[in-house]
């Protein structure tokens, strides 16, 4: 509390000056002290119940002694204070409580009351005297640090003899203070959330929750109380089965485990590391791994036991087991459903279908490699395979409006009828265009325009026009035009004539064939 260690002489004249109705403004500039200080000591002063000019009279000793505030010199008002200032000192010092909840709790209990400002400043004349640092201990498996130190490393490129530098991930467990560390491209979501992924796999599990500083990466907005996640670190988490807690902003004891590790990172690895040149990534990560491993199986300072033992026996146990399938990332994009009930998927330049029902409604897609899902109001609506096909359609006959389904199906089952009266290669094509991907609008456009083909020139030259097709395994309506267009069928039709003139001369011999002196042929064993 008050008995804050200013220097005794610095004590007695700050008393004498209060005394003498000397300004605090000029006491603070004639002892070098602050005024919250000198405020501080007063408002004590007046709880004590004890006059300035009896507190002069006191020795140093006895000064000392009679402000350390012992039970034996405190008064019943102060004796209360310091009752719930112990019972709640660990809310005080982690800040889990507020001052007003701890006054409000104070007032329960108390007959003479202080007021809200004297309590407040007995408080924080009493933090001034702790180090209040506080060691708070992190509870097995609960949270996993991460951060990128902001040094760097590199390695250089053997082709241009360039150097390539690198971004150093890492990631601490805040009980066992285990480590993981890899150089990565950059702080990108592309690099990020792998290189979280392969920490949790180092682990062998997963924490309760994942704390990053607030990079771009993790946090889109931060704030003291409730930070904006990025969407793919949020999905990234969800995948993983933990919670995304990101540090506060301003708040260095959030991420001092990190900070700590990334320090003993400089001290113990990149000292190491530093000392030979690579030529490419993988070689940086296979000396940074090395370097890891001995630092994990290296002792705390003044104790028997590693990061590793601390991590085997306390931490492993407690952490959730990983997923089966390992994390794909996920991108988000907004999209309105169009009037034909597809949404436009501008990274591909591909259409996608949703039910009809969501027509005009903004949608949000997530996306990989592999997978499109769109979502409307927080609700799963359709999921396709990623096709990369531009300015195509993927149908999900299922979305169709009943009266469309009824259309589309009448249409594709007359193509078919259709297709059939000009011959098999024309059926072959009609069926591989509705079987397609395509919207099946598009599907039906252009079969009709194969068979208006059909019906221009002939059903003779279409059909040999869709078996040369057929033949380079196409279907499409502009690619039966252009062999129309060129004639690129007659090669067809004349092949086959040659074919088949082969095919009706290659058992017959010439007539000179049997007036030819028989010449006997030597086996190959026997040439020279």
């Known amino acids: 509390m008050a008995n804050r260690r200013i220097e005794m002489i610095d004590l007695t004249h700050l008393i004498r000056q209060l005394d003498e109705g000397v300004s605090r403004r000029a006491i603070a500039k004639n002892l070098n002290l602050s005024k919250t200080t000198i405020q501080t000591y007063s408002d004590l002063f007046k709880e004590l119940e004890i006059s300035l000019s009896d507190l002069r009279k006191k020795s140093n000793n006895e000064l000392y002694e009679f402000l350390s505030l012992l039970p034996s010199a405190q008064t019943e008002r102060m004796q209360h204070f310091t009752t719930v200032l112990k019972k709640y000192q660990f809310g005080i010092l982690s800040k889990s409580l507020s001052r007003k909840e701890i006054y409000d709790e104070y007032l329960k209990s108390a007959k003479d009351a202080l007021s809200y400002s004297q309590f407040c400043a007995l408080i924080s004349a009493d933090l001034k005297t702790k180090d209040v640092h506080l060691h708070l201990e992190h509870k097995p498996g609960d949270k996993l640090f991460v951060d990128f130190a902001g040094k760097k490393l590199h390695y250089i490129d053997p082709i241009s003899n360039k150097k390539i530098v690198v971004e150093v991930f890492v990631s601490v467990l805040g009980h066992s203070q285990k480590a993981y560390i890899e150089a990565v491209v950059s702080q990108k979501i592309d690099d990020f959330l792998p290189v979280i992924g392969r920490a949790l796999h180092y682990y062998g599990g997963v924490p309760q929750a994942i704390v990053p500083d607030n990079l ?313």
């Open 216 to 528: 771009k990466s993790a946090v889109t907005k931060a704030s003291k109380y409730e930070a904006v996640i990025n969407e793919s670190f949020s999905h990234f988490c969800e995948h993983y089965d933990c919670y995304p807690f990101p540090a506060r902003p301003h708040q260095p004891r959030d991420k001092n485990l990190v900070e700590n590790a990334v320090g003993k990172a400089y001290q113990y690895i990149y000292k190491q590391v530093r000392k030979t040149e690579y030529y490419s990534l993988e070689e940086l990560n296979k000396a940074i791994f090395a370097e890891l491993e001995k630092f994990n199986s290296k002792n705390f300072s003044h104790r028997d036991y590693s990061r590793n033992d601390l991590f085997e026996q306390n931490e492993k146990q407690h952490l959730k087991p990983l997923p089966v399938e390992n994390y794909k990332i996920v991108r988000f994009l907004q999209a309105k459903v169009r009037q034909e009930y597809h949404i436009w998927f501008s990274i591909d330049k591909h259409y996608y279908s949703v039910p009809f029902q969501y027509v005009g409604k903004i949608t949000k897609t997530l996306y990989n490699a592999d997978t499109i899902e769109i979502f409307c109001d927080y609700k799963r609506i359709a999921t396709h395979k990623r096709n990369f096909a531009k300015f195509s359609y993927s149908t999900n006959n299922e979305h169709l409006p009943p009266n469309h389904k009824y259309a589309v199906d009448h249409s594709q089952e007359k193509l078919l009828q259709n297709a059939e009266k000009v011959g098999q290669y024309t059926t072959a094509v009609i069926t591989k265009i509705l079987n397609s991907k395509n919207y099946d609008g598009q599907k039906i456009k252009s079969g009709k325009g194969i068979m208006s083909l059909a019906s221009k020139l002939g059903n003779d030259i279409i059909e040999l026009c869709c078996k040369r097709a057929v033949s380079f395994g196409v279907a499409n309506y502009q690619q039966i035009k252009n062999i129309a267009d060129k004639k690129l069928y007659l090669e067809i039709e004349t092949n086959e004539q040659v074919s088949k003139a082969i095919d009706n001369h290659k058992n017959q011999r010439g007539k000179d064939y049997f007036n030819k002196e028989s010449v006997p042929v030597k086996p190959e064993c026997c040439t020279s």
